[in-house]
C-alpha cells in the first residue's frame, strides 16, 4: 500500500515519464520500508532524509549523477563545446547521430539524454522536497539542535540542483512542494531561478559545517560551506547570463550593474565572486604542488579539491566512464581494464595546448594521450596485426570512418591517474571525481578582477607557476585559454564558452546553424514528452 502511494506521488509529481518513475523507485531506499520505520528517530531522519541524497550525485547509469556517467549533465556540458568530440568511426559511435548531434549542437526537443537529463535533475530535486517536509514532520514533535542543520543541507542540495537546470535549461518549473498538482506548476524565468538559489545558498551556508568535504570523516562528499562559496562565486560569475531572460535579443545585463548582499555589503557581480573566493582561500585551501595529485588514485588528501565524488569499489556503485570511453582497446587491454576507444580532443584544444609546437602547455601530458602508447611498465603498445598502437591528434575529424586513422585519430583522455585494481573494465575506481577545486576559485577571482577592471595577474599566474608555464597577462582571451588548460575534461567549457560569448561560434567539423548567432541554443530545449505532460510550459526560444 505504502508502495503504490509513493509510485502515485512520483509519477504525478516528478515532471517525468513513468518509465522513469519505475527506475526511481528502484534506487529509492525509502520504498523498502513504512514511513513510520523510516523516519522513527533521528537517527533515521538524517539517514533517510539528508545522507540518502548524496547517493544521487553520482550514478551508475546513463544520464545519473553530476559526473562519471554518460548521456548526462557532463557530457551535455562537454560534448556540446571545442573540448571533445567522439567521432564516427565506422561501426562505432554513430549511436543514431546522437555524438554528431551534440557536437553540432542538431538537438531536437525529442533528445533522449536530454529529457533523460532534465528527469534525473528533477528527481533529486523532488526528492529534497519531500525531505524537507519529512524534516518538518518530525520537528513538530521533537525540538532537536540537529533538524535546523538537516534543513539547512537539503535546502542546499536542491539549490545546487536548480543551479543545474537553470545553468542547463534556463526558464525552469520552480517545484517547492511535493505535493504541489501538475497543474500549479509553473514555470519561471531565469532571473528568478537565479536570485532563488542564491537566496537559499547564502541562507543556510552559516548553518553548514566549515570541514573539507573532500577528505574522509563526517562530512565526506557532503555540502560544507566551502562548497557553498564556491556556488556563490559561480553564480556570481555567471550573473550577466543567469539574470538575462532573454538571450536571444543580444542584450545582456552589465555585472557591474547586478548587486549581492555579502556580508552586510552591496557588492556587484564580480566583486561577490572575489568575496566568495577569498572565504575559500580563508579557509585554508591552497593549490596541491603536483596538479596531477588531485586526480591520483586515493585522492582524499588533495589540499586542492573542494567537492568530490566518493569512489570505492565495494562502498560505492558510482562509476567513472570517462577513461574507459576514451582509450583505445588495446591500450585499455594493456592495463588490463577495458576500452572503448571513442572520446578525443578537437583541434581547438591541440592549438590552445599548443601541442606540436616548442611551447606546448606542460598540462598537455597530464591531460592526454598522444602519439605512442605505452603500458604502465614503458613497454610499447601494440595493434592486433603487430603494429605500434600510436594516436594521432591531428586526424580527429567528426567522421573518421574508412580512413586510415578511423580507429587512431584523436589525443584520448589522461586526467585521472590509472587505477589497475579497477573493477568492471575500470569504471569502478578510486580515484574519486573531482568536481569543485581550488585553481577554478583562482581563475574565477582572477577574471572577476579583469571584468572589474582590476588586475588578476597574480590569480591566473599563481595557476601557471604550479605546472612549471610561463607568466601571462591576465585578459580575458588568455582567461578563457587558461580554463582550457587548467580544467581540461572537468565538464566547465560550455558554461564558460556561454560566458565569454564563444558557445555559438563556428570551429573545426562544426558550422554554426542557421540563427544560432542568436544564442538560443545556449540553452537546451524543454524536452517535449516534458511539455506534454504539462502544458502550461513553454518551449525555449528556437526550439
Known sequence: ??????????????????????????????DRLSEEEAYKTLADVYLNSVA????????????????????????LNTFTTDEAIMPTRGGDWYDG???????????????????????????????????????????????????????????????????????????????????TPMKEVVQKERKEIFEFVVKELQTVESLLAEERSNQPGDYYGRLTRPVIYFLLAKLALNAEIYTDNNWTDGIHPNGKSIYFEVDGNRLNSWQTTIAY?????????????????NFAVFNESSEENIFT?????????????????????????????????????TIEILNT????????????????????????????????????????????????????????????????EVDVTATKDGKLMENDIVLFRYADVLLMKSEAKVRNGENGDAELNEVRYRVGA???????????????????????????????????RAYSSRPQLPNEQNGYTTVFPIPEKIIGMNPLLIQNAGY
Not at 8 to 30: G, H, T, Y
Not at 312 to 338: D, V
Open 353 to 416: 595546448f599548443g601541442y606540436g609546437t616548442n611551447d606546448v602547455d606542460p598540462r598537455f601530458d597530464k591531460c592526454y594521450f598522444a602519439g605512442i602508447v605505452y603500458d604502465l611498465k614503458g613497454n610499447v603498445v601494440a595493434l592486433d596485426n603487430g603494429i605500434v598502437l600510436e594516436y594521432f591528434p591531428w586526424k580527429v575529424l567528426l567522421d573518421v570512418s574508412n580512413t586510415p586513422y578511423e580507429k587512431t585519430a584523436g589525443a584520448r583522455m589522461k586526467k585521472y
Open 97 to 179: 547521430g546522437f555524438w554528431q548531434g551534440l557536437f553540432l549542437h542538431k538537438w531536437g526537443t525529442d533528445n533522449d539524454a536530454i529529457q533523460a537529463t532534465w528527469e534525473y535533475l528533477y528527481k533529486v530535486v523532488n526528492l529534497c522536497n519531500k525531505s524537507l517536509e519529512k524534516i518538518d514532520s518530525f520537528a513538530e514533535t521533537h525540538s532537536n539542535a540537529e533538524l535546523p542543520v538537516y534543513r539547512a543541507e537539503v535546502r542546499a542540495m536542491r539549490a545546487m540542483y536548480y543551479y543545474y537546470l537553470m545553468d542547463l535549461f534556463g526558464r525552469v518549473p520552480l517545484v517547492l512542494s511535493s505535493s
Open 52 to 75: 540518502s541524497l548524496y547517493t544521487y550525485v553520482g550514478g551508475y547509469s546513463d544520464s545519473q549523477g553530476l559526473q562519471g556517467t554518460g548521456r548526462g549533465v557532463y557530457d
Open 1 to 30: 500500500m505504502k508502495r503504490q502511494y509513493i509510485y502515485r506521488f512520483l509519477c504525478v509529481i516528478l515532471l517525468m515519464l513513468p518509465a522513469s518513475c519505475s527506475e526511481f523507485l528502484k534506487e529509492d531506499p525509502r
Open 277 to 293: 573566493c577569498n572565504k575559500i582561500t580563508v579557509a585554508g585551501y591552497q593549490l596541491e604542488p603536483q596538479y596531477e595529485r
Open 470 to 504: 610561463s607568466a601571462r597577462e591576465a585578459t580575458l582571451e588568455n582567461l578563457l585559454a587558461e580554463r582550457q588548460l587548467e580544467l581540461a575534461w572537468e565538464g566547465w567549457r560550455r558554461q564558460d564558452l556561454i560566458r565569454f560569448g564563444q558557445f555559438t
Open 309 to 345: 565524488i566518493p569512489m570505492n569499489k565495494t562502498m560505492y556503485t558510482n562509476q567513472m566512464q570517462y577513461l574507459f570511453r576514451s582509450r583505445h582497446y588495446n591500450h585499455a587491454k594493456a592495463y588490463g581494464l577495458g576500452g572503448e576507444n571513442g572520446s578525443s580532443a
